[in-house]
């Protein structure tokens, strides 16, 4: 039977260098083993895809919760091809997962104004609420998360047009990734995470990338865990 693949997923803030991290890491697996596939969620092509990329272009409103459930069923919509490639031994790199789904959801809040005119923030939807919906995907090997400033996300170009690309709403995220590094590094032993100082130049980011990769691949278990069980 093949070897199974590696499963990565990269994480991080709008202007991170993600995307074309995990291009580079795909090409760098193709090149190889032969066996590589590069997913990107959201994925807007399928049919649940273009409701999420309506949403994120404000060209349609959903409940919250209703539009947190379409992100997971994103991601659903891949789960059993995912476990597949895996077992045929195909590496797969992931740019944004479940993480990203909790993340953005439970960054979310009301903003009223309390009795003496100040602005008061509460959280819209719980941590837990927003991990059930991901619970029994396939959980990756490793999770590498981009970690950039506002400073530096502005030195690029400052965040584009979409819904969640404002920097209060950034620095909200950014704080619930934390609390999933936690959560992770506590409760989740089959899932490496790592950080990386993504205001580095490309190259330097992709070398550290190659070199943790290159860990797992030498010895991934047999078994797929699964996310949060
Ligand atoms: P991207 O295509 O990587 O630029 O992602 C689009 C936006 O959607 C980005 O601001 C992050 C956000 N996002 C990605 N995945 C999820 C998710 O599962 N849930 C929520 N609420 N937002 C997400």
Redesign the pocket.
């Given at each position: 039977m093949a070897k199974r693949g590696v499963f990565v997923v990269i994480e991080g803030l709008?202007r991170s260098g993600?995307?074309t991290q995990s291009q580079r890491l795909f090409e760098h697996l193709q090149e190889k083993t032969g066996k590589a596939r590069l997913l990107?969620?959201?994925d807007r092509t399928t049919a649940i895809g273009k409701m999420i990329d309506g949403y994120?272009r404000s060209e349609s409103d959903l409940d919250d919760r209703a539009?947190?459930l379409l992100?997971?069923a994103n991601r659903w919509e891949c789960a059993a091809s995912i476990e597949r490639d895996l077992l045929a031994g195909t590496s797969i790199v992931c740019?944004?997962y479940a993480f990203?789904?909790i993340a953005?959801?439970a960054a979310k809040v009301a903003v009223s104004k309390s009795s003496e005119g100040n602005e008061v923030r509460e959280s819209i939807l719980t941590y837990e609420w927003c991990k059930s919906p991901d619970t029994g995907l396939p959980a990756p090997d490793m999770v590498i998360f981009l970690d950039v400033t506002p400073e530096v996300a502005r030195s690029r170009g400052g965040y584009g047009e979409?819904?969640?690309?404002k920097e209060e709403t950034q620095l909200r995220v950014k704080e619930q990734f934390r609390k999933i590094e936690q959560d992770v590094v506590k409760n989740f032993t089959g899932i490496e995470w790592w950080n990386l100082d993504a205001s580095k130049s490309l190259d330097e980011i992709s070398e550290s990338i190659r070199n943790l990769v290159a860990l797992p691949s030498d010895g991934v278990p047999a078994n797929i865990n699964k996310m949060w069980m």
């Open positions: 709008d993600k995307s990107k969620f959201p994120l539009i947190h992100f997971a740019d944004r990203s789904g953005f959801s979409e819904r969640y690309e």
